[in-house]
């Protein structure tokens, strides 16, 4: 279908159980929590053994209730490479059961779009869920963890040794009972090969590599289908520092990207589609929020940054952070562009650990939001705020959407 997709996996291709299996992944593996790695399923119903896909239930939002023949519900969860996964496995799978599914039905999460998992572990499979793409399944198309955040020896100190070196990765999971079924998957890489050069001690190196995974999902007794996209766009403290010269339209490029993944995929008009995913950046710009008050301490104090502005002539600091917040928005502003629709806003709460809303979600078309709500993973480190969980998996909370269709 163009250049656009180059790896497509049809239902048959897709590996039910991928796991790296060099001899590196095997060592690693064996110093995994037990029970974090995936299990053995059974090809034909790609069920594992004791699997209990009932659980807990979530909060309800407010609304009548509706068939589940017409609702889609997604998750969107950055496991943050597990960085601050728990060691209790047992726990963890708890937790994660309670975030997942729910007594009825029509509330259990369906998707899952997973951004900085690792290749070879496997955690959603014991709470009922099979694992449709991952962006590892192509090379080129992927980057370890010490890769990715440019071997800074901070977010490496911060990293359980055993993870530095696994792949991380974009991964969508489809729900094992739900009556939504996978016909087709994919990877594209929208990262450009930028090699990010300043010095001013920022990190340096080739850009780390984005990607969006699809897959074309289709339900009983319904025409058109619909594409769960998962993506991850540059950004964070490493990359924003370039947003002056090279990163400058390179989130442009990666959301333009996303939707023309979508646009060469599809079959058919009627067809919909939902990304979702980390765009590192959010759209509220109070200059008394936390985002500001990142910027003030972590970009513009930034020799680099600094020293790019005197070659770009920005004299003005305000004109430098006028410039920042064009950068920070530009995601926004190309899905929009493209006629696309976003989920939700900042009134549902914030996903990061540092009071960002930077999780999104939007639609290539106006589509009904029967629920929206926050899914607390995290507990937020500014400002001495009240525990939201007592068992934190990642810096991120999920995001979980009942799309009714």
Not at 262 to 283: K, Q, S
Not at 289 to 294: N, Q, V
Request: overall charge positive; aromatic content about 8%.
């Amino acid at each position: 279908r163009g250049c656009c997709c180059q790896a497509v996996y049809a239902p048959d291709r897709i590996p039910l159980n991928h796991r790296d299996m060099s001899a590196a992944g095997v060592a690693a593996s064996k110093t995994l929590p037990r029970n974090a790695a995936s299990r053995p399923r059974s090809r034909r119903s790609g069920r594992a053994a004791g699997d209990d896909v009932r659980g807990s239930s979530i909060p309800r939002a407010s609304g009548g209730a509706a068939s589940p023949m017409s609702m889609l519900n997604v998750m969107t969860l950055n496991l943050q490479y597990y960085s601050s996964y728990p060691m209790d496995a047992a726990a963890a799978t708890q937790s994660l059961r309670e975030g997942c599914h729910s007594g009825s039905k029509t509330r259990a999460i369906d998707v899952i779009a997973v951004q900085e998992g690792i290749a070879d572990i496997d955690v959603l499979s014991e709470v009922g869920y099979r694992r449709i793409i991952c962006s590892s399944w192509e090379q080129q198309k992927t980057q370890s963890v010490r890769e990715m955040v440019y071997h800074d020896g901070a977010a490496l100190k911060a990293c359980p040794e055993n993870l530095r070196d696994r792949i991380l990765c974009n991964q969508l999971y489809l729900r094992r009972n739900s009556d939504w079924t996978v016909e087709e998957a994919g990877v594209e890489r929208i990262s450009s090969n930028l090699d990010l050069q300043g010095g001013e001690g920022r990190c340096d190196g080739l850009l780390a590599v984005r990607t969006v995974v699809w897959a074309r999902l289709r339900q009983k007794g319904r025409d058109g289908a619909v594409y769960v996209m998962c993506t991850h766009f540059s950004g964070g403290r490493f990359e924003d520092q370039y947003f002056v010269q090279q990163l400058a339209q390179e989130r442009r490029l990666q959301a333009q990207k996303c939707v023309k993944a979508f646009m060469t995929v599809r079959r058919r008009e009627e067809d919909l589609a939902i990304l979702v995913g980390d765009f590192n950046a959010v759209e509220d710009l109070d200059r008394s929020g936390p985002m500001h008050c990142y910027y003030m301490s972590s970009i513009a104090t930034s020799e680099g940054v600094q020293a790019d502005a005197r070659r770009e002539q920005i004299a003005s600091p305000g004109d430098l952070e006028e410039r920042f917040m064009k950068y920070m928005v530009s995601p926004f502003a190309e899905v929009r562009a493209a006629g696309w629709t976003f989920a939700y806003n900042k009134s549902i709460g914030v996903t990061s650990a540092f009071g960002h809303l930077v999780d999104h979600m939007a639609t290539s078309r106006p589509v009904r939001i029967k629920r929206s709500e926050i899914y607390p993973f995290t507990n937020q480190k500014v400002g001495n705020k009240p525990l939201d969980t007592q068992l934190p998996l990642t810096d991120h909370n999920a995001v979980l959407v009942t799309f009714d269709l």
